[in-house]
Every structure is written in structure tokens, then in C-alpha cells.
């Protein structure tokens, strides 16, 4: 054993997916409060995961517990895979929520989530930033992206910790073809969003998306809450989509992740399965 290190309870669970290996999967590592910043980011560059969360104690009132979320490059105040995740692997570790719903203390703030059709789900955070993106900005993702710009049937801010921008083009197939420059998108953080066709695609989901974050060192993310989160709060405040619908996301990188969302209750709830996948103990 190193120096110093001892054994902490760890899960691995696969987000966005009923079935492991479909989805995006995420390392938790539980009872952190006596590890050193250092170790945590350490951690999750080992993992190389698109990230790896901490559970704490939560530090404010009404909060059930407190998560700290690392990428392979740092720390993000939000993101929507680790809150389902987490609270999963929080949940399954005998965690009792004080009231109805479970409330998680993260750097956004306080995240309520709740299972709806019998899956944990998040209220989306407010954005923090959201709006039309500027000229020299949008013209680097269209580079980055490697589309024209006629390619672009809108464009927006979504950003609600992770400063995600959104662009949306005519359909699936053209979301599905991209093959970014990621040097040339530098440290934007750029989701694509597209229609299916129900004719030629399906009537399982209605839109695709695919997430961007090389300055994360996460190239192409699997399937990214976050993201849809502020997606959804733009479209369907911006009439582009229905209050309710189903997204997929990691089918360019061979997963088959599905994100529910919903307008209820004065929120818009991100949902998703969370399947198990590895369950022990990391030293550390």
C-alpha cells in the first residue's frame, strides 16, 4: 500500500443506460472528506473518465450530501451524468434523503432530483449564461466543427456551469457526420444538436446530440446531462421542440445513451437509467 493511503468505498456506474457499457460511465468514489484536493484530480485523470465525483458531507442545510466533480483536466461547479451517478451510487450505498426529494450541494448550488417513470432525474440548474453567441465565437465553432455556416439552423448559450454553447443543424444525419478539428475548437465547449426523422430514424428519440470538450480533455463526451439540460431549456423556451421528448446521445462513439426530458412542475427534469457496473473499494 503507498504511504499514507487508505481504502475508500468506490462504484462505478454507467449513466444514461439500462445496460452497462451503453452509456457514460462514472467512477464515485464515497466518504471523501478527509482527501486531499490533489488526490481527487489525480484520481480522475487516472480513471481518464469523463469524470470522477467525490461524495462528501454537505456543508449548507437541506443539502443530503455534497459532490465534487473532476474531469481528467479539472473541476466543473455542475455536470448531469455525475448528478444522476452520483446520487445513484449515494442512494445505493443506504443514503436517506431528509425530504421528498434527494438534494445534492454541488458549485452551482443546491440540484434537486426526484425518479420520474421510475428514473432518477434532475431539475435543471438555471443558466448562467444563455442568449445569441457572438460572430468571431460561432464562426470558430463552425470551424471547429467543420461545417459551413448556412449549416446552422441556430445557435445559443447554454451555459449552466460547464459554459457550453449549442448549435443546432437540419438533422440527425448531418449531426452524425461531423468529424471535428478539435485544435481548432481550442477551449469552446460545443454541443450539436439535430432532428430525427421519424420516416428514416425512428420514432425512438426525437433529436441527437453530440458533446465537444476537448479543452476538458474530453474530446467527445458519451452522453452529457449538462449539455442537454441547457438544450432543452433553449429549445422548448424557443418553441424548437415539444415540453417532453427523448434524446440520443454516443451513438457517433458506438453507446446508445437515451436522456428524457420533461416540463413539469414549473422545472425541466433531465432524466436517465443509471446501471451498476463495478462495486469495491480504491485505495488511495
Given at each position: 500500500m503507498?504511504?499514507?493511503?487508505?481504502?475508500?468505498?468506490?462504484?462505478?456506474?454507467?449513466?444514461?443506460s439500462?445496460?452497462?457499457?451503453r452509456?457514460?460511465?462514472?467512477?464515485?468514489?464515497?466518504d471523501?472528506?478527509d482527501?486531499?484536493?490533489?488526490?481527487m484530480?489525480?484520481?480522475a485523470?487516472?480513471?481518464?473518465?469523463?469524470?470522477?465525483t467525490?461524495?462528501?458531507?454537505?456543508?449548507?442545510?437541506?443539502a443530503?450530501?455534497?459532490?465534487?466533480i473532476?474531469?481528467?483536466?479539472?473541476?466543473?461547479?455542475?455536470?448531469?451524468h455525475?448528478t444522476?451517478?452520483s446520487?445513484?451510487?449515494?442512494?445505493?450505498?443506504g443514503?436517506r434523503?431528509?425530504s421528498?426529494?434527494?438534494?445534492?450541494?454541488c458549485g452551482v448550488?443546491?440540484v434537486?432530483?426526484?425518479?420520474r417513470?421510475?428514473?432518477?432525474a434532475?431539475?435543471?440548474?438555471?443558466?448562467r449564461?444563455?442568449?445569441e453567441?457572438?460572430?468571431?465565437v460561432?464562426?470558430?465553432?463552425?470551424?471547429?466543427?467543420?461545417i459551413?455556416?448556412?449549416?446552422?439552423?441556430?445557435?445559443?448559450w447554454?451555459?449552466?456551469?460547464?459554459?457550453?454553447?449549442?448549435?443546432?443543424l437540419?438533422?440527425?444525419?448531418?449531426?452524425l457526420s461531423?468529424?471535428?478539428?478539435f485544435p481548432?475548437?481550442?477551449?469552446l465547449?460545443?454541443g450539436?444538436v439535430?432532428?430525427?426523422?421519424?420516416?428514416?430514424?425512428?420514432p425512438?428519440a426525437?433529436?441527437?446530440?453530440?458533446?465537444?470538450?476537448?479543452?476538458?480533455?474530453?474530446?467527445?463526451?458519451?452522453?452529457t446531462?449538462?449539455?442537454n439540460?441547457?438544450?432543452?431549456?433553449?429549445?422548448?423556451?424557443a418553441?424548437?421542440?415539444?415540453?417532453?421528448y427523448?434524446?440520443?446521445?454516443?451513438?457517433?462513439l458506438?453507446r446508445a445513451g437515451?436522456?428524457y426530458?420533461?416540463?413539469?412542475?414549473?422545472?425541466?427534469?433531465i432524466?436517465g437509467?443509471?446501471a451498476?457496473?463495478?462495486?469495491g473499494?480504491?485505495?488511495l
Open positions: 503507498p504511504p499514507q493511503a487508505r481504502s475508500y468505498p468506490f462504484r462505478q456506474v454507467d449513466v444514461f439500462a445496460v452497462p457499457l452509456g457514460n460511465p462514472l467512477a464515485v468514489v464515497h471523501a472528506d482527501l486531499p484536493e490533489d488526490k484530480a489525480a484520481f485523470r487516472w480513471t481518464g473518465l469523463s469524470e470522477t467525490f461524495l462528501l458531507r454537505p456543508t449548507v442545510a437541506g443530503d450530501y455534497r459532490v465534487r473532476f474531469t481528467p483536466s479539472g473541476e466543473l461547479p455542475f455536470a448531469g455525475p444522476l451517478g446520487c445513484h451510487a449515494w442512494l445505493r450505498a443514503g434523503p431528509v421528498s426529494d434527494v438534494v445534492q450541494q448550488g443546491l434537486r432530483i426526484r425518479r417513470s421510475g428514473r432518477l434532475f431539475a435543471a440548474p438555471p443558466l449564461r444563455s442568449g453567441v457572438e460572430p468571431a460561432l464562426a470558430q465553432a463552425v470551424r471547429g466543427l467543420g459551413a455556416p448556412e449549416a446552422v439552423v441556430a445557435a445559443n447554454v451555459d449552466n456551469g460547464p459554459a457550453w454553447l449549442a448549435i443546432m437540419a438533422s440527425r444525419a448531418q449531426v461531423l468529424r471535428p478539428d481548432a475548437l481550442g477551449k465547449k460545443v450539436v439535430g432532428p430525427w426523422d421519424p420516416a428514416t430514424d425512428g425512438e426525437q433529436f441527437e446530440v453530440r458533446a465537444f470538450a476537448p479543452g476538458l480533455g474530453v474530446p467527445e463526451d458519451p452522453v446531462g449538462s449539455l439540460a441547457g438544450i432543452a431549456q433553449w429549445l422548448t423556451s418553441g424548437l421542440a415539444p415540453a417532453s427523448v434524446s440520443s446521445q454516443g451513438t457517433a458506438g437515451r436522456v426530458v420533461e416540463r413539469a412542475d414549473g422545472d425541466i427534469w432524466g437509467d443509471v451498476d457496473c463495478v462495486t473499494d480504491v485505495l
